[in-house]
Structures are given as structure tokens and as C-alpha cells.
T-cell receptor
Framework: DGGITQSPKYLFRKEGQNVTLSCEQNLNHDAMYWYRQDPGQGLRLIYYSQIVNDFQKGDIAEGYSVSREKKESFPLTVTSAQKNPTAFYLC????????????FGPGTRLLVL | KQEVTQIPAALSVPEGENLVLNCSFT??????LQWFRQDPGKGLTSLLL?????REQTSGRLNASLDKSSGRSTLYIAASQPGDSATYLCAVVPLSGTYKYIFGTGTRLKVLA
């Protein structure tokens, strides 16, 4: 089955700890995105990548980092510099064709201990 | 800066009722507008994508319209069912810059049996 997988489903972070959220897609999509969703709010863009080995900051990149070493994978690291990391994180991908929709993964919920 | 607003934030209706969800955006220079559905704790599912040159799109009981000049879109749901209960999000892709979504805050719909 083609799609986007995110792991883990739930993640707990201790103070001062870096944690990494996984996002994998087998849709052969060029572009990948990370969004953050807070309760009762829309999605806000953290980082995006249009091609392997290249990525750009979104609207709320501070305290986060990413890599894009493979087309299929776009992991997100939440660093200790992110002081309010508790949120629902969604990964998406898109074929590099105009007017094409984004496909979303099931999300990872990050909680701070 | 593009801003997307959805009103109302929450809506409860009896089963069988026809309903309209509203989305407004501040800048009419967009590639497209898309409506998504999100179930609690899940990722987003694309419902309808309206390209900038189109006025409406239909899928089953759903109809989405786009009026770029007034910065508005509506999602019409006919004969609502309890299974339609979810949060509905609209998003626009601005013409300028990189292809990325700007999301509204969503309308939380509850259809009562």
C-alpha cells in the first residue's frame, strides 16, 4: 500500500532532551512537509523540502531541525531549544506537479514529562 | 500576509440537515483552495481541491465553491450524517513564493443522530 507513515504515535520528551519524529513515504513524492497543530488551531508549517538534500524553514522553525538524505524520508528533530513542544505533529508529501494535493500521515503526539 | 479564517468554530446539527461551512482568505492571489477533513487524533484527508480558475467542485454529498474576488469559499454538505462529524479545515496555496499551504483554524462539526 502506498502512503505516509509516522512513528511513533506517541512520544514523551524529558526536559533538555532532543527527540526525533520519523516520517516515511513510498509515494515517490518530491516534496515533504512538517506541520505542528495545537488544540483548536490550524496547522502551522515548521519545515519543508522540495528535493533531496535541500530544505527550507517554514513559519515556526525555531527549536526544530530536519534532514532530507533520502527521497522517502524526512525526519524532524525537536531540540531542547523548543520550549513548548507539546503538540500534534503532522507530516505530508506532494508530487512536484502544480495543483497536486498534499497527502498526510497519521501524526505523532508529543508530550513533555 | 495571507490569513485564512473559518466561521463558525463549532457547529452542531441534527442528522439529515443540509449545512454550509465558511472559509475566508485575505489575499485573492492563490493557486488553489482545498478542503480537508480531520477526525480526532488523526491526520488530514483531502475532500475537494478547487483550482484558481474553477468556481466549484463536487464529490458525492459535498460541494465546494470558490469566489476569489471576495476571498470566500463554502463547503456544502447535503443530508448530513453522524459519520460526517469531524473537523473541517480549509487551506490556500498563495501564488507568490514556494508552493505551501496556509490553513484556517477549522470548523468542528457534530451531527446528532
Amino acid at each position: 500500500d502506498g502512503g505516509i507513515t509516522q512513528s511513533p504515535k506517541y512520544l514523551f520528551r524529558k526536559e533538555g532532551q532532543n527527540v526525533t519524529l520519523s516520517c516515511e513515504q513510498n509515494l515517490n513524492h518530491d516534496a515533504m512537509y512538517w506541520y505542528r497543530q495545537d488544540p483548536g488551531q490550524g496547522l502551522r508549517l515548521i519545515y519543508y523540502s522540495q528535493i533531496v538534500n535541500d530544505f527550507q524553514k517554514g513559519d515556526i522553525a525555531e527549536g526544530y531541525s530536519v534532514s532530507r538524505e533520502k527521497k522517502e524520508s524526512f525526519p524532524l528533530t525537536v531540540t531542547s531549544a523548543q520550549k513548548n513542544p507539546t503538540a500534534f505533529y503532522l507530516c505530508a508529501s506532494r508530487a512536484y506537479v502544480d495543483q497536486e494535493t498534499q497527502y498526510f500521515g497519521p501524526g505523532t503526539r508529543l508530550l513533555v514529562l | 500576509k495571507q490569513e485564512v479564517t473559518q466561521i463558525p468554530a463549532a457547529l452542531s446539527v441534527p442528522e439529515g440537515e443540509n449545512l454550509v461551512l465558511n472559509c475566508s482568505f485575505t489575499d485573492s492571489a492563490i493557486y488553489n483552495l482545498q478542503w480537508f477533513r480531520q477526525d480526532p487524533g488523526k491526520g488530514l484527508t483531502s475532500l475537494l481541491l478547487i483550482q484558481s480558475s474553477q468556481r466549484e467542485q463536487t464529490s458525492g454529498r459535498l460541494n465546494a465553491s470558490l469566489d476569489k474576488s471576495s476571498g470566500r469559499s463554502t463547503l456544502y454538505i447535503a443530508a448530513s450524517q453522524p459519520g460526517d462529524s469531524a473537523t473541517y479545515l480549509c487551506a490556500v496555496v498563495p501564488l507568490s513564493g514556494t508552493y505551501k499551504y496556509i490553513f484556517g483554524t477549522g470548523t468542528r462539526l457534530k451531527v446528532l443522530a
